[in-house]
Each structure stands twice: as structure tokens, then as C-alpha cells.
């Protein structure tokens, strides 16, 4: 069956086999900035933003989302032009292997759009979907915290 999402702002169509996950159907078309790992669920390297909420490709059906809006890193900012999240995560130190990046940076994107004025703890909620084996989420949480000023100052969320 054929399935269309709005990828990073354009309608794309893929096939799909049924029962199909969404990660498989996305990295097979590829969106390879998602990651893959556990398959369960449990350690949120695969997230995206399906139609702004962070959710793991692993667990969801492509078709279940077959007309959803869906955002990955890349549609957030890009090497020329990255977004506050994107920039912060860099100066601190917070992307080490870079595994758990992806995923953990479209988490913080979404919590920043929602919250734009977190706590340490609303940070530490918001990532605890998001296993990081070499950072010890130090910098990561200190990145969060900086792009919230940084998009205090008036930069864009994008
Ligand atoms: S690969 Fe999806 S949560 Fe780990
Ligand atoms: S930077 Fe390596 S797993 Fe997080």
C-alpha cells in the first residue's frame, strides 16, 4: 500500500509493506538521520515529531500515520543554518558518538516550543525517553537550557 506524509514540509509518498514500522519505511527512503537501536520503544534514538509531538518510529505503524505531518532533525535547522537547539548542542559538548542526538534534539525542540521557559527538572522529564551512553546528560541538559536563552534573545525556534 501507499502511504503520504508531509516530510520536513513536503508531501512525500512511499510504499509500504503491512505491519511495517515507521523508522523502517523512513531510513529505507532515506531519512537515515533517524536512528535505530533498540526497537521497543525504551531508548528514543529513533524519535521524530509527528505532527509536533515526539514519538518513536520503532513503535509506530506507518500506516496508523499515513497523512501526518512529520519532522526530523533535518527539518529543523541545517548545517548552514542550524536551529538554537541545534547550535547549543554543539557548544556544549552535548554530541559526543552523536547516536542519540537526533532524537534527543527533536525532543528538546518540542519541549522548547511548548516551554519556553523550562526547569532543570521539566528538561530531565522531557529527556528521559532519550538514553545517551557518553554524555551522562550534563551537557545535554546545559544545551537545553542555553537554547532557551538563546531563543529569549530572539532567535528562532527553526
Ligand atoms: S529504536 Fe525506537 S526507541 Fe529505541
Ligand atoms: S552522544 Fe553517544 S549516545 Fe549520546
Known amino acids: ?14 510504499d509500504i509493506q503491512p ?6 519505511v523512513l531510513r529505507r527512503n532515506g531519512y537515515t538521520e533517524i536512528k535505530g537501536n533498540c526497537y521497543m520503544g525504551t531508548c528514543g534514538a ?12 520503532c513503535t509506530t505503524l506507518a ?14 535547522g ?14 556544549k559538548g552535548a554530541v559526543q558518538c552523536g547516536f542519540c542526538t537526533p532524537g534527543t534534539i527533536i525532543t528538546a525542540y518540542a519541549l522548547l516550543r511548548k516551554n519556553p521557559n523550562p ?3 521539566d528538561i530531565k522529564k522531557a529527556i528521559d525517553g532519550n538514553l545517551c551512553r557518553c554524555t551522562g546528560y550534563v551537557q545535554q541538559i546545559e544545551a537545553i537550557k542555553s537554547a532557551a536563552e538563546l531563543l529569549k ?3 528562532n525556534n527553526e
Do not use: W
Open 63 to 76: 500506516a496508523q500515520v499515513d497523512g501526518a505531518e512529520i519532522t526530523t532533525i533535518k527539518g529543523i
Open 19 to 24: 505491519g511495517e514500522v515507521l523508522l523502517d
Open 1 to 14: 500500500m501507499k502511504v503520504k506524509y508531509i516530510m520536513n514540509g513536503g508531501i512525500k509518498e512511499f
Open 119 to 121: 526547569t532543570e527538572e
Open 153 to 155: 534573545g530572539g532567535e
Open 46 to 57: 529513533c524519535a521524530v515529531l509527528i505532527n509536533g509531538t515526539p514519538k518513536t518510529t
Open 78 to 91: 541545517t548545517i548552514t543554518n542550524p536551529s538554537p537547539i541545534q547550535k547549543a548542542f554543539v557548544e
